[in-house]
């Protein structure tokens, strides 16, 4: 029991202290297909896999880009980060609301689907169905 | 003795009704039910947001010096083993189109589902007996008719691909493109391809 907490906190130790460092923040190369290295390798990814299921890691979003077009339409773009080692699937939907608040209805409107590929970065857009929209709200779900 | 077969009968109408499936609305907003293998409302809501948004993304169709184009639908063609009426798709992708201020469509000429008969009958009274029966200048007058500039047309088609033993994989493509009708250059092209994987029972047309 005691050797199992050992190896347990080495892992942890050693992939909080050497993270692999990509050559373009741009490039990403998933691990099983770049060099492994101390802290992730055959033996020790099964643990470290078992560890984020564990605590439950998940989609974080790192960035919004909203911009206007050239013809005018609001667009927004939701950049993040899948921090878990298995694929996300999920949906979302983007309400959009003109000057006053109010609700733009659109067929458009609906839960339209997004992939995350295990630790993996992920974007998906959005532009509003018309020139009226002023802001938004986006959901998310579980992929049904 | 003869109590206990009636009994039972009336136990079994009794779980038989039971087992009826309850019939539900569907929350057509937030939908949690299971896919099928077969094209529903949800995946022709996908593929019309996802064409919409391409349209107006691509900035195809925002006039140079303002206003909106005069566009209609020509011809979707089903090639799918479904039967599919395509204004199920082309009837959503419309909507937003002219509620986006970007185009108006044209009830006056189309493929199917476009036209309206109506611009036409009305025209047709000009020549027929019950001419007099109307006042003339209500009669819709020669020349009026906008012509349009931009037709919208497309694809549905479908391919069924054996996945495995047990399962089988259906390709659905919706396909649209936008043309110039004066020029005939195409403004706009989009493909929207939904994929579902399951049994080799179930049955997608």
């Known amino acids: 029991m005691k050797t199992v907490l050992n190896i347990l906190i080495c892992v942890l130790a050693l992939s909080v202290s050497s993270c692999y460092q990509p050559y373009d923040q741009r490039i990403n190369v998933r691990e099983g297909i770049r060099s492994d290295s101390l802290e992730n390798n055959i033996a020790t990814r099964p643990v470290l896999t078992a560890l984020s299921a564990l605590i439950g890691e998940g989609i974080d979003v790192t960035k919004l880009i909203s911009t206007t077009n050239q013809a005018g339409f609001m667009e927004i773009q939701v950049s993040g980060f899948n921090r878990s080692y298995e694929t996300r699937r999920f949906q979302f939907k983007v309400e959009w609301f003109d000057g006053s608040g109010m609700v733009i209805g659109s067929k458009a409107s609906t839960w339209l689907p997004v992939s995350a590929v295990g630790k993996s970065p992920f974007s998906f857009s959005s532009v509003a169905p018309s020139r009226d929209a002023a802001d938004f709200k986006l959901n998310t779900r579980r992929e049904q | ?205």
């Open chain 2, 1 to 205: 003795m003869k109590s206990k077969p009636l009994l039972m009968i009336v136990f079994a109408c009794l779980f038989l009704c039971s087992c009826a499936p309850e019939t539900a609305n569907i929350d057509t907003v937030n939908d949690e039910g299971k896919a099928v293998m077969a094209l529903d409302y949800r995946d022709f809501d996908r593929a019309a947001s996802e064409m919409v948004q391409s349209m107006i993304k691509s900035g195809a169709l925002a006039k140079k010096g303002g206003g909106r184009y005069v566009m209609t639908t020509g011809r979707i063609t089903n090639d799918t083993m479904q039967r599919i009426d395509t204004d199920q798709l082309m009837a959503k992708v419309e909507q937003d189109l002219m509620n986006s201020g970007l185009v108006v469509m044209t009830s006056a000429v189309g493929g199917k589902g476009a036209p309206d008969s109506m611009v036409h009958d009305v025209r047709d009274i000009r020549r027929s007996e019950d001419a007099d029966e109307f006042d003339q200048n209500t009669i819709a007058a020669k020349g009026q008719l906008i012509a349009p500039e931009l037709s919208v047309a497309g694809k549905i088609f479908q391919r069924n691909i054996r996945y495995d033993n047990n399962r089988q994989q259906v390709e659905y493509y919706f396909q649209l493109m936008v043309t110039d009708i004066n020029t005939g250059l195409r403004f706009w092209q989009n493909e929207t391809v939904i994929g579902k994987r399951g049994s080799n029972r179930s049955v997608s047309w």
